[in-house]
T-cell receptor, first 110, second 112 residues
């Protein structure tokens, strides 16, 4: 079953922060986050596994709340290069129907 | 690492024909998944192979089939093409369950 993402779209000014949410009605084994720019393939950002810790690097991090089956992607001090569509992907078990959410379109303006 | 390579990049087929799309994964990536992405939509999961066996399938009819080979390459076969099969087809591979997927650039299939 496809996870739900919110918001559908967000427009930011360079330097602003954003949060993108992903939720599932099923117990999840993993949550992935990807960014896809127009005309390009999705690029892996990070994976959060059941029982794992919040992950991230410099200005992009994510969390996974196993009780609520929710994940959030945090974009801090956004840069123009952050523009694109962000997809969460979820698995109920390894290799079992890795399903993408509908995506969140992020636009960062100068 | 050589990345994930898909061929061909573009393809035009006639309704009713059959098509084979190919994917060459990174060495050591024993998991490969295929996705269909319509314009403006998220990738839709078709199926996944792990060590040459299908171990997950999305909501696609049996005319979508695949194979994974020992050399980390894989194929997506679609029979009896329909106009709605027109989409970008993405292949993604992974080393293990603790890593994300690396995507190829996709094959743009147009069915006329």
């Amino acid at each position: 079953q496809q996870p739900v993402q919110s918001p559908q779209a967000v427009i930011l000014r360079e330097g602003e922060d954003a949060v993108i949410n992903c939720s599932s009605s099923k117990a999840l084994y993993s949550v992935h986050w990807y960014r896809q720019k127009h005309g390009e393939a999705p690029v892996f950002l990070m994976i959060l596994l059941k029982g794992g810790e919040q992950k991230g690097h410099e200005k992009i991090s994510a969390s996974f709340n196993e009780k609520k089956q929710q994940s959030s992607l945090y974009l801090t001090a956004s840069q123009l290069s952050y523009s694109g569509t962000y997809f969460c992907g979820t698995e109920i078990d390894y290799g079992q129907n890795f399903v993408f959410g509908p995506g969140t379109r992020l636009s960062v303006l100068p | 690492e050589t990345g994930v390579t898909q061929s061909p990049t573009h393809l035009i087929k006639t309704r009713g024909q059959q098509v084979t799309l190919r994917c060459s994964s990174q060495s050591g990536h024993n998991t490969v998944s295929w996705y269909q992405q319509a314009l403006g939509q998220g990738p839709q999961f078709i199926f996944q192979y792990y060590r040459e066996e299908e171990n997950g399938r999305g909501n696609f009819p049996p005319r979508f089939s695949g194979l994974q080979f020992p050399n980390y390459s894989s194929e997506l076969n679609v029979n009896a093409l329909e106009l709605d099969d027109s989409a970008l087809y993405l292949c993604a591979s992974s080393f293990s369950n603790n890593y994300g997927y690396t995507f190829g650039s996709g094959t743009r299939l147009t069915v006329v």
